[in-house]
């Protein structure tokens, strides 16, 4: 996506490598019926050549073809954490630390939802998004995104973000973020629940 807001590019990218790589390749739904062919789904083939190499021709013909684009909801508010009496925020004191000496500050932000973008912010060459009240479209499944806190040089970052694919399906995780040629990239990630 091109644009002139870096906060919404970061954004953008995250959310595009989470959908391609975090949630169980859902967006491919509509292009997978060869890969689920060739592939059983009880084994995992997802670190070998000849898989990446399918995989890659699945996403090639999703990409040509915006007809086949899975939907994804973005939803305005966080739901579930991070924070909880589980999980406290001096837990992972060391990895806020990476991005400001005043750790407190970096867990105070991520545990604020991100309002300023909706659905109709985002382009992506892999999916639809829609907004969080239109669950009912979603066939990958509903996100929603804590604010960012950008290091001083605003080269990484951290967030929180939580995935609901199904009633008892999803996850809250935070990631840390670099940006690497243009391209934020998710670096680190830290799974705070799944069900």
């Known amino acids: 996506?091109?644009?002139?807001?870096?906060?919404?590019?970061?954004?953008?990218?995250v959310l595009t490598e989470l959908i391609e790589?975090?949630?169980y390749n859902s967006y491919l739904?509509?292009?997978?019926?060869?890969?689920?062919?060739?592939?059983?789904?009880?084994?995992?083939?997802s670190d070998t050549a000849e898989f990446k190499r399918d995989l890659i021709r699945a996403q090639n013909k999703l990409?040509?073809?915006t007809a086949k684009f899975g939907t994804i909801c973005y939803r305005p508010a966080l739901e579930m954490g991070p924070w909880t009496d589980y999980h406290k925020p001096s837990d992972f004191r060391?990895?806020?630390?990476?991005?400001?000496?005043?750790?407190?500050?970096?867990?105070?932000?991520?545990?604020?939802?991100?309002?300023k973008y909706t659905g109709d912010n985002f382009r992506l060459c892999t999916s639809k998004v829609v907004p969080g009240s239109r669950f009912y479209e979603c066939d990958i499944g509903v996100v929603a995104f804590s604010k960012v806190?950008?290091?001083?040089?605003?080269?990484?970052g951290v967030l929180y973000y939580e995935y609901m694919c199904g009633g008892k399906c999803g996850m809250g995780e935070i990631i840390l973020v670099e940006?690497?040629?243009?391209?934020?990239?998710?670096?680190?990630v830290h799974q705070l629940w799944i069900s």
């Open 94 to 115: 060391s990895i806020l630390k990476t991005l400001s000496s005043s750790w407190e500050a970096v867990a105070d932000t991520i545990a604020l939802s991100q309002t």
């Open 29 to 45: 739904t509509q292009v997978s019926e060869e890969l689920e062919k060739k592939y059983p789904p009880i084994l995992d083939f």
């Open 1 to 13: 996506m091109e644009t002139d807001d870096k906060e919404l590019k970061l954004y953008h990218d």
């Open 21 to 23: 790589q975090h949630f």
């Open 179 to 188: 940006l690497v040629e243009e391209h934020w990239k998710i670096k680190e």
């Open 149 to 156: 806190f950008l290091n001083e040089n605003k080269t990484k």
């Open 63 to 65: 990409f040509n073809d």
